[in-house]
């Protein structure tokens, strides 16, 4: 890591610490109101500003900010300059961050049901996100009406989509045998782990940050993830094999700090809301173009061979994980959820 880099995540612990201690004597800090009953909105995520979560953040910034006519200042922190994968959940519910975007796998330990969102092969396509995951669809209330979430002083706000995973590894995979033996990087998430034995292979959870280098070392054999997380870190250049596999989803759960939210003023807290409404529909239209985008950057390249699975080589690896993992996980889950998603499928 850079001097610079350090110096700056130094600076920024500092500042932490000065508004914690400001806080605490009453006076104004980061997400406290300010003059004429101004607010900051400090947003922490870990990944780059050029993909899908990190363009619909400065989407966000600037509806907020346009939209309260600057009584709400949003300060954007991308990369885990300001907190990474193994801290950012905790600087939501103190408070020490008001925002955070993080991938529906994160809320595990939490807020379980939300593993929904892990299941293998739930959305057939990307236009199938929305109506799933729907406000008045079981899995919809089980994410946006989470009494797991309100205990611990989260709202969720939206989903940001970041499109579907692909597998990737040095071996040609096309069939369950084909991942037999390997190792793979997953999120946090017993579902992940799950999916991934039922395939014959192995898991490893590990920071996104740290994906490149495990592979690049050998430390891991492949690892799942859309195209443009693909591209963004490099992962290719590691890795020999992508499958269009299409088997997965990372969603970012936008959420906010309940009680930072209860504290704005009502026409602000519909500023907050319309504002992620609007940058998740910007969202879903930057994922799908970027991930097209990483794709031909991925093929250009010419390190990595993309593999498309005939239907049969499809319904074999669908198989192997439904409807076993999903009603492995329907206690955790929801009975109903799980019941209406496979009813969604044909009863499968």
Known sequence: MSGSVWRRRALVAVVLMMTSVLAGCGLRGAGQPGGAGS?????????????????????????????????IHVEVYPNSELYGDGNEMQALQSGAVQMLAPA???????????????????????????????????????????????????????????????????????????LTGLRFRIQPSDVLRSQFEAWGARSTPLAFAEVYSALQQ?????????????????????????????????????????????????????VVLDSARDSAAYNRQVSERLNAEAKR??????TTEILTLTPEQRRALTDAVIPSVWRQYENVIGKDIVEELLARRGGR
């Open 39 to 71: 607010f900051t909105i400090r947003f922490s995520h870990v990944v780059t500003p050029s993909t899908p979560k990190g363009q619909a953040a400065t989407k966000f910034k600037e509806l907020v900010e346009q939209r309260s006519a600057g009584r």
């Open 104 to 178: 529906s796998a994160k809320f595990t330990t939490i807020a379980p049901a939300l593993q929904v969102l892990d299941l293998p092969f739930l959305f057939g396509s990307v236009q199938e996100i929305p109506k799933v995951v729907a406000r008045d669809t079981a899995a919809g209330r089980a994410i946006f009406e989470s009494q797991e979430l309100a205990k611990r002083n989260i709202r969720a706000l939206e989903l940001w989509d970041n499109g579907l995973k692909q597998l990737s590894s040095n071996r040609p995979m096309t069939t369950p045998a084909d």
């Open 218 to 270: 050998g430390l891991i054999d492949g690892q799942e993830n859309p195209y443009s997380n693909i591209s963004s870190q490099k992962m290719h250049t590691v890795q020999r094999y992508i499958t269009e596999s299409d088997h997965g989803y990372i969603g970012y759960l936008l959420t906010i700090n309940e009680k930072f939210f209860a504290g704005l003023p009502p026409d602000l807290q519909r």
């Open 297 to 302: 950057t991925i093929q250009q390249a010419h």
